[in-house]
């Protein structure tokens, strides 16, 4: 089974509780396995700087779901969790993104693996490093400890502790 890696992120609410709850979720996705959580990041707001900071982590999953079906389950998680729908860029209870499933490189209309803003996105980048920082990205064939050296994203993400 290929490791995924799914970015959370919540700026609604109580955030971390938001994280938590989708968590928990994503522990029970029949057919998967749960391997671990980065430590929870705030971060900036990314796209529309007029709203809360995100919290944000990484988790690292193993399962046998195919792309389509896992964003479809996912995005279940998310109605599940309270997300309401609202324009691109706007504050959200919930989001989560896969970020990579395996070394596949898939895109279909605006659903594309592995996701294509990692490599912009410090609230991304920090938390998989963390993880796994000698994951080679399959499309830019450098690892997050790399592509995170060279980013150009400056927006603030710190570790904070979280219970």
């Given at each position: ?19 938590s ?26 796209g ?87 994951l ?28």
């Amino acid at each position: 089974m290929p490791n995924i890696f799914l970015g959370l992120g919540s700026n609604i609410g109580n955030r971390g509780e938001n994280i938590s709850k989708a968590i928990e979720f994503i522990k029970n996705i029949s057919g998967s396995e749960f391997l671990r959580c980065s430590s929870f990041y705030e971060s900036a707001p990314w796209g529309n700087e007029f709203q809360n900071n995100f919290i944000n982590c990484v988790v690292e999953i193993n399962t046998e779901i195919a792309p389509e079906e896992l964003f479809l389950i996912l995005k279940d998680i998310e109605i599940k969790c309270g997300r309401k729908k609202r324009e691109k860029w706007a504050e959200r209870e919930i989001d989560i993104d896969i970020l990579f499933y395996g070394d596949l490189i898939f895109e279909k209309q605006d659903f594309y693996i592995p996701h294509k803003e990692i490599c912009n996105r410090n609230f991304v980048l920090i938390p998989m490093n963390e993880l796994a920082p000698d994951l080679i990205h399959p499309v830019c064939k450098k690892n997050i400890s790399e592509i995170l050296a060279e980013t150009g994203d400056r927006l603030e993400c710190r570790k904070i502790n979280f219970n």
